[in-house]
T-cell receptor, first 111, second 114 residues
Framework: LAKTTQPISMDSYEGQEVNITCSHN???????ITWYQQFPSQGPRFIIQ???TKVTNEVASLFIPADRKSSTLSLPRVSLSDTAVYYC????????????FGKGTRLSVIA | NAGVTQTPKFQVLKTGQSMTLQCAQD?????MYWYRQDPGMGLRLIYY???????DKGEVPNGYNVSRLNKREFSLRLESAAPSQTSVYFC?????????????FGQGTRLTVV
């Protein structure tokens, strides 16, 4: 699996847009990029997945440049409830590929 | 539709005791996973099963064994518990046959070994 690098922590005020960048220089041609969110004392929850360009859902947007060596998770107008750890994963969409999590980015939203 | 169910939710073991953590999913997923998460740390993969009848080691398999009993169930066994195995254990499943790989996690088992 392609190794990922994310900032360890980030702080933001409520109402701001938050962008978390993940580096994955060794991403393979058939790899997808997936982001998960984890609240304290809970298991991670899927947020968004993409392969290239831009993907948007009701929770977040995912921006992937043409070389796919990095990706950016964008959370619009964060609230206190968005305080969580965010994980970036890179791997094949199907088949025998295990889901391997890195250390994630701890986002703290301040009132 | 329960998703991923783990039992028990809490457990205290004495060093050297054995136990099995149970996990079941009702989403017809092919792949299942066991992770451990130590305080303030990320998730580390213990074992995974890409399909019924297959299991593979993850990042930290030592001290654990697994059984993929059928498509629904994936159990994790600690044969001789050690204090270093004190952690929160998460089971997850993913990959329906159409290729969607969104993973769903259970609520976790909080294990303390004294």
């Amino acid at each position: 699996l392609a190794k990922t690098t994310q900032p360890i922590s980030m702080d933001s005020y409520e109402g701001q847009e938050v962008n978390i960048t993940c580096s994955h220089n060794n991403i393979a041609t058939n790899d997808y990029i997936t982001w998960y969110q984890q609240f304290p004392s809970q298991g991670p929850r899927f947020i968004i997945q993409g392969y290239k360009t831009k993907v948007t859902n009701e929770v977040a947007s995912l921006f992937i440049p043409a070389d796919r060596k990095s990706s950016t998770l964008s959370l619009p107008r964060v609230s206190l409830s968005d305080t969580a750890v965010y994980y970036c994963l890179v791997g094949a969409k199907a088949g025998n590929t295990p889901l391997v999590f890195g250390k994630g980015t701890r986002l703290s939203v301040i009132a | 539709n329960a998703g991923v169910t783990q039992t028990p939710k809490f457990q205290v073991l004495k060093t050297g005791q054995s136990m099995t953590l149970q996990c079941a999913q009702d989403m017809n997923h092919n792949s299942m996973y066991w992770y451990r998460q130590d305080p303030g740390m990320g998730l580390r993969l213990i074992y995974y099963s890409a399909s019924e009848g297959t299991t593979d080691k993850g990042e930290v398999p030592n001290g654990y064994n697994v059984s993929r009993l059928n498509k629904r169930e994936f159990s994790l066994r600690l044969e001789s518990a050690a204090p270093s195995q004190t952690s929160v254990y998460f089971c997850a499943s993913s990959e329906v046959p159409d290729g969607n790989t969104e993973a769903f996690f259970g609520q976790g088992t909080r294990l303390t070994v004294v």
